[in-house]
């Protein structure tokens, strides 16, 4: 779990957003943002520089952005759900169509019944 950054100065809706983040991984939910379908979305440069200029090395991005989950491991719905609290909110500058990968800002149902 990363929750050392998370503050009581952080907004509230954040910090609700994040330790539910958080929460997703210890049940043993992966990133949403790593299904393949998603993850071949992304300009791999373009996804380097954004994530460098907010502090992640290359391999840190590359492991936690630009590495898609094996097919067969995943056990939740059949296809990318981009509003789950699991999906990072990725911009539309890192995307090769333009549109951006919404990601969730709280629980959806089938992060619940995950």
């Not at 100065?9 to 210890?26: G, K």
């Not at 290359?58 to 719905?77: C, E, F, K």
């Not at 759900?81 to 951006?100: F, H, N, R, V």
Request: proline residues 6%; contains cysteine; glycine residues 8%.
């Amino acid at each position: 779990m990363m929750l050392g950054g998370v503050t009581m100065a952080f907004p509230e809706r954040e910090r609700r957003r994040v330790i539910r983040h958080e929460t997703l991984h210890t049940t043993g939910c992966p990133h949403e943002h790593l299904r393949p379908e998603l993850v071949d979305r992304l300009h791999v440069q373009r996804t380097l520089a954004l994530f460098t200029q907010l502090g992640w090395s290359d391999a840190q991005t590359r492991s936690n952005v630009l590495t898609p989950l094996n097919v067969r491991s995943i056990m939740g719905t059949p296809t990318a759900e981009e509003d789950s609290l699991a999906c990072y909110q990725l911009p539309g500058s890192i995307t090769k169509d333009g549109k951006p990968i919404i990601g969730g800002t709280d629980l959806t149902r089938n992060d619940k019944a995950f």
